[in-house]
């Protein structure tokens, strides 16, 4: 089975510019999770699905920052405008529906580096 | 809330060597808890996890962990760790009831010295 499929794997911009990055969860699970990993800060919880609506976006840390889950395949994280303070490595996580138990499934992740 | 600290930010080991990475948490009840592992350039891959039952648990490549109610502690052991267990460790944990996802760790970085 595929797993969780994120792209870009790398992404390089310059400040102002918007990035997009995209997440194809497994399929059949009904929750999706946006994470950032950063040096200083570890792994931050952004925002999270269920069954496509967004439940808790207190993470997410300014309106520059948007995501979106059109469908139960697909998933957006969209940064409007960049600075060089969002690089990150930004992973999609997802979940089987009939969890309860909290444990994801990562995607290899989207480094993304704002100069 | 709860919270989960990992006290060693590097831990190097020579190969064949034994391992133990520490973790503990804070809850007021027991979580559900887990352990990944990431690879440089890589994602989070499931080492192993506690639910219930036996305290001492069984992951892959050789690692296991043990739950320990009295100290609040998830450490992961390897009776003997190889080259490719050089990466990065992250203990986390769930406490259950529709919670908002996993709170992880700061991570243990795992050097191994040949």
């Known amino acids: 089975d595929a797993g969780v499929i994120q792209s870009p794997r790398h992404e390089v911009t310059e400040m102002g510019q918007e990035v997009t990055l995209r997440c194809k969860p497994i399929?059949?699970?009904?929750?999706l999770f946006w994470y950032r990993q950063t040096m200083m800060r570890g792994l931050e919880l952004l925002i999270y699905?269920?069954?496509?609506?967004?439940?808790?976006d207190s993470g997410m840390p300014e309106d520059r920052f948007s995501a979106k889950m059109p469908n139960a395949s697909f998933s957006t994280l969209k940064i409007q405008p960049s600075e060089p303070r969002d690089s990150a490595v930004y992973f999609c996580?997802?979940?089987?529906?009939?969890?309860?138990?909290?444990?994801?499934?990562f995607g290899e992740g989207s480094r993304l580096t704002v100069l | 809330a709860q919270s989960v600290t990992q006290p060693d930010i590097h831990i190097t080991v020579s190969e064949g060597a034994s391992l133990e990475l520490r973790c503990n948490y804070s809850?007021?009840?027991?979580?559900?808890l887990f352990w990944y592992v990431q690879s440089p350039g890589q994602g989070l891959q499931l080492l192993l996890k506690y639910f219930s039952g036996d305290t001492l648990v069984q992951g892959i490549k050789g690692f296991e962990a043990e739950f320990k109610r009295s100290q609040s502690s998830f450490n992961l052991r390897k009776p003997s760790v190889h080259w490719s267990d050089a990466a990065e460790y992250f203990c986390a944990v769930y406490p259950g009831g529709g919670a908002d996802g996993l709170t992880f760790g700061k991570g243990t970085h795992l050097i191994i010295q040949p």
């Open positions: 399929s059949g699970h009904n929750s």
């Open positions: 699905f269920n069954n496509n609506v967004p439940i808790d």
């Open positions: 809850y007021g009840a027991t979580p559900y």
């Open positions: 996580a997802s979940q089987p529906g009939q969890s309860n138990t909290g444990e994801l499934f």
